[in-house]
């Protein structure tokens, strides 16, 4: 089946006309884009758009071999344009499937918010699924006996959870190729756009490429092991959370604890946990070790910082005389543990650490001993993983 992307945009395109922003000022070339519309075998239509013989033709194809236009996204505008010689575009009712005489099968998906999903199989058993923007399936499809898509294509960014649920259903397996469509502005255009999707196992392509469905490509390598350094406030916590969000099930290790008599400590921990999917499961330990051994779904481990904070505590590491009469060795041994365990482990972590060593010298022995092995921590870390941001004013730039 040959997929020809008319447009790979948000409903009013990238750049929006009229919006003075840095995403919009820079969405230019081949980071400029139409409103999603999908040609398949060049019969089938999935969105109409405006522009799209213009969009065809610039895409070397032509429309006039286009027997039926299937709308997904609600149009609360004016009245569709249709070009002469299209057929009336029709929205079909939600699990109802239609087979068509080019052999297509589509089939209506519902949705969790207005609009229709299209699952498209071709004539060859080719299977692509198609989701408007800001749309996921209607429930997580958990259980089900669910083939995997060739291909599918969905507004990556903006709803990365839909991706999750596709991934929890299996309809999203390992060799899908996941395409993000949709692109609006908040996420600048080129490499920080690419390196997002890229982080969650999918990718963008031009307005304009075809492609065929069901043939292989190469998805994303997802590192396996990631850490996030960053200052306070740098967006380090953001970014990691970023990551996993088109995983399913993943587990939220919170390093931090409870502080009851901190109001101002609790409500820091409450916008941590108000920001993460519903779906995510929180455990509160510092018990790294286990969790690392277990098979099972991502980690997201926030943050090494406090983890070391708290294992200085239990060896004494704050006492001088202590610190050379074994709490030295002591903590070189937990943390010696813990690489291991991270070089060992099956599953799929995202770590958070702080980035201390350009601040100010601490004025204390404890706290110079406390920032110089942070640093040692995160570098014995970085070098079992196999990628490493860094974050700077919300801009992550990779280190490795």
Known sequence: MELTLLGT????GLPRPGCPCADCATAAGDEARAATA???????????TPGPAFAAARAGHTLSGVRQVFLSHPHDGPALE?????????????RQELALISGHRVRALALDSPGT??????PGGERLLYLPPGAAPAGTGEGEDTPSYDMVLLDVLG????????RASGAVGPTTDVLAVHLDHGVPPGRELHRRLAAAGARAVPDGTSLEVGAYHAVPDIPRRTLVLG????????????????????VYVATSGTRDDDAEWGARVAAH?????ASWRTEETCALEPLLAEDGPPLLIDCLSLWLSHTMDDVRAWDDSLWDNGGSRALAERVASLIAAVRATPRRIVAVSNEVGSGIVPATPSGRRYRDELGRLNAAFAAECEHVLLTVAGLPQPLK
Do not use: C, H, N, W
């Open 159 to 166: 709803r990365p959870d839909a991706l999750a649920r596709l």
């Open 38 to 48: 999908l040609l398949l075998d060049g019969t089938l239509l999935l969105d109409l």
């Open 9 to 12: 945009g948000a409903p009013a």
């Open 273 to 277: 946990r108000e920001r993460r999917p």
């Open 82 to 94: 249709v070009p002469a010689g299209l057929p009336q575009p029709v929205r079909v009712p939600d």
């Open 117 to 122: 999903g299209y699952a498209v199989t071709a």
């Open 231 to 250: 200052g306070a406030r740098s967006g380090k916590s953001v970014e990691a959370e970023r990551r996993l969000a088109a995983f399913p099930g993943v």
